[in-house]
């Protein structure tokens, strides 16, 4: 196992922090059986024979095993000559492809298994990036997206412990929770993290004019909550369990960043006098900001919050532990009358998002998937029909809006047995607005 792992690491750098013997063995077992099963994929064409023969060396230096290293046999290899029956067949040629003894021993580790040098694990693994990289069909993906799979849920895992542990827990709070928190100038960040509610709100028929607005969820800032105050609105309240510090300079930026593109964004709206991008938010604080550090599924957190007339949140929902505690948060939050708008995003987050089958993360059950995000607040895999069933259940009316679902390919049957279940319309939407009223 030793001078396979040295090799591995060093043809593979990016695992090296959290590659460990368990990944190895797995890499090479999963491997080993996948050459046999995937050569059973492939048509006896020109294409498929070329492609046989990349897959081949790829696999076979990621699993640690390459050809010349295996028992003298006699193997068929294919030409472009027809056989005589006009079947349109390739001919198969006997060859031989072991080398000589003395070569096949300096390649065998004193164990018995083969030992590939830096240069084939690295050639090899050029070769198995290429096909990755290659639009293939979806069957290719249960092969070439497994050495992936296993390595992200190994780090996943070990992510999850690593924040249960209080120290690493707030160092992480310290680092930005969305993927862009410095501020570019740019118009489309804007328009994410800072008007989407407002726009949202506004497509659901609502004037936030006088409102009182409760946000679930706001992020690193503030965003939404100056622009929903600019246009009008009486009140604006955040509530997160992972409060950071709104006020800091990454902030200011972005707060500044809205009061200038206001006149062009919305110039049906003037920009009130009394809002100040280098004052917001400890300058409104509570009169007109109220940050509440809390989780939305803890009714007891809530006992000081009052009652709203709006209560929004944006790609929050599929965080939600608790769906039914959700749904009953509502009814003791709104208004009668009152209204909430929820932006949902049901499809892949993280390192999820990089695989050929955008639903690989339903594969998993419920426990391996705590395992790997019960404490970093990963999705929660509710579809669609399940949102809308828990707030039904409440006595609310739900609205679906914006709705878009999966355009790639999906392999419906490698899901686990839960999703499998489910309509497959909700299992396949990819994001949704949920309206919701009294």
Not at 222 to 232: I, R
Not at 313 to 320: G, L, N, P
Request: glycine share 8%.
């Amino acid at each position: 196992m030793g001078p396979i792992r040295s090799n591995f690491r060093r043809s593979f750098p990016r695992l090296r922090a959290d590659c460990s013997p368990l990944v190895l063995t797995a890499l090479s077992s999963q491997m080993s059986d996948f050459v046999s099963q995937l050569r059973l994929k492939l048509q006896v064409t020109e294409e498929g024979r070329e492609s046989w023969i990349c897959c081949r060396r790829g696999l076979a230096a990621v699993s640690g095993i390459s050809r010349h290293s295996r028992p003298r046999r006699r193997v068929g290899h294919f030409s472009d000559q027809r056989s005589p029956s006009g079947a349109g067949q390739p001919v198969a040629h006997a060859r031989s492809v072991a080398p000589s003894q003395a070569k096949r021993s300096r390649l065998m580790r004193t164990s018995g298994s083969p030992r590939p040098t830096p240069l084939v694990m690295s050639t090899g693994w050029l070769t198995y990036r290429h096909l990755l990289m290659t639009k293939r069909p979806l069957g290719w993906s249960i092969f070439l997206d497994m050495p992936h799979l296993i390595k992200d849920m190994i780090t996943e895992t070990a992510k999850n412990i690593a924040m249960r542990n209080p120290s690493l827990g707030r160092q992480r709070l310290l680092r930005p929770r969305t993927s862009e928190k410095a501020f570019a100038g740019q118009s489309d960040q804007l328009q994410r993290f800072a008007f989407q509610a407002l726009d949202a709100i506004r497509s659901a028929g609502v004037d936030v004019g006088g409102k009182r607005i409760l946000e679930i969820g706001p992020g690193d800032f503030l965003t939404s909550g100056m622009a929903l105050l600019a246009a009008g609105a009486a009140h604006y309240a955040s509530i997160d369990r992972f409060v950071g510090d709104y006020s800091t300079v990454g902030g200011k930026d972005w707060y500044a960043g809205i009061e200038r593109a206001w006149p062009d964004r919305y110039p049906e709206i003037s920009w009130p006098t009394w809002l100040h991008a280098e004052d917001f938010p400890e300058a409104y604080i509570p009169y007109r900001v109220s940050p509440i550090d809390a989780a939305i599924e803890n009714l007891i957190d809530l006992d000081t919050c009052d009652v709203v007339d709006v209560l929004c949140s944006f790609q929050v929902a599929e965080h939600i532990s608790d769906m039914d505690a959700f749904a009953n948060a509502h009814r003791k939050l709104l208004k009668p009358g009152g209204i909430a708008v929820h932006r949902v995003d049901f499809g892949p987050h993280g390192v999820w998002r990089g695989y050929r089958d955008p639903l690989t993360f339903l594969r998993f059950s419920d426990r391996v998937w705590a395992a790997m995000g019960s404490a970093r607040g990963a999705p929660n895999r509710f579809r669609v029909h399940e949102v809308v069933a828990s707030l039904e259940r409440t006595g609310f009316s739900v609205v679906l809006l914006n709705v878009s679902s999966q355009k790639n390919e999906v392999d419906m049957k490698r899901l686990n047995r839960r999703f499998q279940q489910m309509p497959i319309d909700s299992v396949l939407t990819d994001s949704a607005t949920v309206v919701v009223t009294w």
